[in-house]
């Protein structure tokens, strides 16, 4: 059969360069030693998962330690899944992250040498490639229609056997000259195939990055390299990018392993150096005690937008996802706890070869305990962004007041006290902290323990006596002074020895006059409160309290 012609007739293109030309655009990049250039290479999906994340954190931290590069490449070789602005909303989840690309798509930089960056806008790359191997005898023309290739996947189930385009079911493999020729002219339409050369009774032992050995079976299918509108399938595409775009290591889920004999092929026919490949284990959960993969329909927080929405912190996030990827990161986080986390010495060696358990409780911990160490004002410029994106209208008026908002919040988080308090867990949750401080959101329900008279009796009587300006020693000598008012102890000490002569003691008023400041039975300190919202409205919520 005259290939060439064949090759000519079914890729005319006229815009193809001479292969060694692609090879002379995108040289070796000039790089040190043992400095890595990864990616991440998401379809533009506009679904963009913590999975994503997790890889993208991966790929960044290997990329920059090492003195490399971290590009965006995006694969949107398949037309109907494409989402307008995704690529966008890739770059701006990553980056509240903290994550930056140091090249690629939408990428402003000098170092874009190596695009485009678009799958769909390469194609002239693929087809030269794809003609040259249609040359070499190492791919051919498919006509199978979608009812054909059915046909055979259900016969291949019905024997038990492994289904896909093999063996004898390759039947468009051995079509001959002519027949090629009067399908061509029959305007069938047809994909290119790889033209397999593997024997899966070989085995072979492939080195994963992460995994170490692992052993696969040579590949025998012949895959879809070209599909018929032009456009390659990610394997094909991947190869070709990953080499022009001199990738030295590619991280990606473990979903890609089974596919992994059919890359190892396409490297060796296309005469490519092989990236190394690092599959990351998949982020799993426990659900009803069984361990589960993450998944999209099931797990709202598999999405980054929950992250946003909820308002975490996302220093957290990463320090999180940190600690599933590098079994010694924890550790020298927590002896390191105020040293952020790019200086850690993030080590490929370190990661997880099996099941990353994700788990929601332990990334509130570390969420608390990264927001405790904030100030103040960190802290109200975190929950302010919140706010501004996604809080309502009073939350935005309450945030003009900043100086109020942050005598708030030093508060609640112990600011100057002997260790800080971790109440504040993530934004939404945060701001939920602070309506009690602003009349147009305090909302008390009142659930007082005590009678009536006893609870009114208080309130009034400590109305009579609340001066702003008394310290905290003042202030509760003054709480105490109440108790024998309502035949209450006023030492605690006297309550322990005789508890049948009260009625309560002194930590009863405290709580009376709480609930009727705050509306709750629990907050930070109560003489504190008193005095960030003013006499005035400690007195109003004294008084509106009384019990009719
Ligand atoms: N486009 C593929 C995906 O979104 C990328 C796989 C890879 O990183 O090679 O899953």
């Keep these: 059969m005259d290939l060439k012609k064949l090759a000519q007739t079914l890729i005319p293109d006229t815009d193809l360069l001479p292969l060694e030309e692609y ?36 790929d960044e931290r290997l990329a920059h330690t090492t003195g490399g590069i971290f590009y965006l490449r995006i694969e949107d070789t398949d037309e109907k899944r494409k989402v307008e602005g995704a690529v966008e909303s890739v770059i701006r989840s990553l980056k509240y992250f903290g994550i930056n690309f140091d090249e690629g798509a939408e990428i402003d930089s000098p170092l874009n ?17 794809v003609k040259d191997l249609i040359e070499k005898g190492l791919a051919y023309p498919c006509f199978c229609t979608a009812e054909e290739l059915d046909v055979v996947r259900e016969e291949q189930t019905a024997n038990r056997q492994i289904t896909g385009y093999w063996g004898s079911y390759a039947k468009c493999r051995n079509l001959s000259e002519e027949q090629i020729y009067q399908n061509i002219q029959q305007g069938k339409p047809f994909v290119i195939r790889l033209k397999s050369q593997g024997n899966p ?33 990610y394997h094909f595409a991947h190869a070709i990018d990953d080499h022009f775009m001199r990738t030295t290591l590619v991280i990606r889920g473990e979903e890609w392993l089974s596919s992994l004999p059919i890359h190892i092929e396409l490297f060796n026919v296309l005469g490519f150096k092989r990236p190394k490949y690092g599959h990351t284990c998949s982020l799993m ?36 996802l940190m600690t599933i990827l590098n079994s010694n990161f924890e550790e020298w986080s927590n002896k390191n706890p105020q040293t952020p986390y790019t200086e850690f010495k993030y080590s490929i060696s370190k990661m997880g070869k099996s099941g990353a358990l994700f788990d929601l409780d332990k990334l509130n911990d570390i969420s608390k305990t990264e927001l405790s160490k904030l100030s103040e004002e960190e802290m109200y410029n975190f929950l302010n962004a919140w706010v501004q994106e996604f809080g309502t209208e009073q939350d935005k008026e309450h945030f003009e007041n900043k100086q109020y908002v942050c005598k708030i919040l030093a508060l609640i988080m112990g600011v100057g006290g002997k260790k800080r308090r971790k109440d504040i867990e993530r934004a939404e949750q945060g701001v939920s902290l602070l309506t009690y401080f602003f009349d147009d959101t305090f909302a008390p329900e009142y659930n007082f323990r005590h009678d009536k008279q006893t609870v009114n009796t208080v309130l009034s009587e400590f109305a009579k006596v609340y001066d702003p300006t008394d310290d905290n020693s003042a202030w509760f000598a003054k709480v105490k002074a109440i108790a024998p008012s309502v035949g209450f102890a006023s030492e605690m000490s006297e309550y322990k020895a005789n508890p049948e002569n009260f009625k309560g003691n002194v ?3 405290a709580e009376i006059l709480r609930i009727a400041v705050t509306g709750m039975a629990n907050s930070p300190d109560l003489c504190t409160i008193m005095g960030i919202i003013g006499k005035e409205r400690t007195l109003a919520r004294l008084s509106n309290a009384i019990v009719k």
């Design 507 to 509: 930590s009863d008023i």
């Design 201 to 233: 009774e070989n085995k072979i032992i492939f080195k994963d990055a992460i995994k170490g050995d692992i052993t696969v079976t040579e590949n025998d299918q012949d895959v879809v390299i070209l599909k018929s509108d032009g456009i390659p399938t």
């Design 23 to 58: 090879e002379n655009l995108y040289p070796e990049r000039d790089m040190q030693k043992g400095a890595e250039v990864t990616r991440l290479a998401p379809s533009p999906t506009g679904f963009i998962h913590l999975g994503n994340l997790y890889s993208a954190l991966a």
């Design 285 to 320: 959960k426990v659900d009803n005690g069984v361990k589960r993969k993450l998944s999209k329909r099931k797990d709202p927080e598999l999405s980054l937008d929950y992250y946003r929405k909820a308002g975490y912190y996302p220093v957290a996030v990463v320090k999180y």
């Design 113 to 129: 040498k190596y695009g485009p960056y678009y799958q769909r806008q390469r194609a002239s790359i693929y087809r030269a490639f």
